[in-house]
């Protein structure tokens, strides 16, 4: 994967990265190694690292690890209850036809 994986925050409990387009959050089927959670593993250097949820491996966007492992439930249950506001934002082609900003409600 040339794309790069950069750290935005990282302290004792959490790192959160910037994950690229095309890359898988976690180890699944045939992309193993090149992972989000595999690449912050070796990079950083935290066999530990769990991810406290996941991006569709097409998604770009912000991604929460925990680093010590029997923290990463308390994590998962904000994701769970819906305590984490998720944004979304769509690239795609200008239409002077539609009015912007939209409601989209995929994923809702």
Do not use: W
């Amino acid at each position: 994967m040339p794309f790069p994986l950069e750290v935005v925050h990282r302290d004792e409990h959490i790192v959160v990265a910037d994950k690229p387009h095309f890359l898988a959050t976690t180890p699944r089927g045939g992309h193993v190694s090149q992972t989000a959670l595999a690449r912050l593993r070796r990079e950083l250097g935290i066999p530990s690292l769990t991810a406290a949820h996941r991006l569709d491996r097409l998604t770009a966007g912000l991604l929460l690890f925990t680093v010590r492992p029997e923290e990463r439930g308390a994590y998962q249950t904000l994701f769970r209850d819906r305590r984490v506001r998720k944004e979304y934002e769509a690239v795609a082609p200008y239409d002077p036809g539609l009015a912007l900003p939209g409601p989209c409600a995929a994923g809702s």
